[in-house]
């Protein structure tokens, strides 16, 4: 079969070898190319030019959602719900403790990833409670909670600033903020699917706030909704601004948009394709030169999409998230072993070097072939 050759390409592929930066017009050509191999051939490319080598990482994670109770109304949200609805729930602290240690006690995790929705009906010392008692309990597990988005809402809860509120975070426990919240930047999409939340500009704020106090974060895109070309490539170089600012931000996740439940489904929206996902994987390696992880995020890729996503320009599969396999498979005591094994097995059989990973992306476990 014969390949189409993308000639577009070539300029951008002289750029790539030469380590030279990718500008707007450059991402946009990028993604309005249709030669896929091409794409994952330069993402992979870029990602060993800045010194990648053959390590695929993943960490062992817990996922944690405190309360689902949430004043923002995002439209692409399928999770959070009104106080009065049935659905809802807030879970105490010394609850949410319980069950983390109960869960750790089935099996092992080394970080508690968590985000929330923004419930009115609780006050800041809800969430320093919460990370204190998290780290009291479990001081060996890196507490990664709470979203730009969340941290602005404990400032609208407490009166403090951004810096007040993740230095007393800090200093009960808190290791790094998750990525999300971000959605897309550019405020035509912002107006359209998340009136209510804040200007991307706090988001930010948060972020180099969080950078300048030594606390490391993530960052993300979701993207395939109504945004355009053009305002995804602005998203990714905003985050690299930022990164050339601060240089905190660990890893960052695109993140496919799953209209399921939401007011697209109704709208006729879709589940973005393989491909698209592929796509924007590569493009997002090769325009942010400056974050050294790029996440395929097996959950919403699948794992088979995830694995041909390690040769574009991917180099981390996330974790082995335990509540799910807790949630579906009650009681079974080798749900994350057998979860790492799988792992290891898709990342060794995409030829690739499996490093089980802390948060900070410290070695934990290699499998060498
Ligand atoms: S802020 Fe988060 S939880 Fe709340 S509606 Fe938006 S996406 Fe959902």
Known sequence: ????????????????????????????????????????????LSRRVRGGDDKVYFVQNLYLNQTNVCRVKCKFCAFAATQKQEQAYTTTPEELVADALAQREVTGFTEIHMVNGENPHVDFEFYRDTIRRLHEAMPDVHLKCYTASEIHHMTTLSGLSHEEVLRELKAVGLGSLPGGGAEIFAERVRRLVTPGKEHPDIWFHVHDAAHKMGIPTHCTMLYGHVETYEERIDHLLRLRDQQDKTGGFLAFVPLAFHPENTVFERRGFTFQTGAEDLKMLAVSRLMLDNIANIKAYWISLTMPVAQIALHMGANDVQGTVVRESIFHSAGATTGTEQKIAELVRVVQEAGRIPVQRDTLYNEVRRWES
Do not use: C
Request: hydrophobic share 50%; glycine share 4%; charged share 35%.
């Open 1 to 44: 079969m014969a390949i189409a050759v993308d000639r577009a390409l070539d300029q951008i592929r002289e750029k790539v070898e030469a380590n030279v930066r990718l500008d707007l017009e450059d991402g946009l050509t990028l993604l309005e190319s249709d030669d896929l191999l091409a794409l994952g051939e330069l993402a992979d």
